[in-house]
């Protein structure tokens, strides 16, 4: 029997409230390391345009200016 197939069984004899707890912890889990890789990937991507160490003023003057750009573009008026 593999390890997964181990885990299986293992999760499925487990009552239902403990099979919930486990499915969110794994999510939440799966969520951090998520946020963690596009993190890493963002930062990776800075640096090779160069602006990982922008002021966070200017990143936040950045983000308003395309917020308004997207803003006047689809929904004119």
Request: proline residues 4%.
């Amino acid at each position: 029997m593999t390890k997964i197939e181990q885990l299986t069984e293992e999760i499925a004899a487990l009552p239902a409230e403990e099979q919930k707890l486990l499915f969110e912890r794994v999510a939440d889990l799966a969520w951090r390391r998520g946020l963690r890789e596009l993190s890493e990937m963002y930062k990776s991507r800075l640096a090779r345009e160069g602006r990982l160490t922008t002021p966070s003023e200017r990143v936040l003057e950045e983000l308003h200016r395309i917020r308004e750009e997207v803003a006047s573009r689809d929904c004119p008026g």
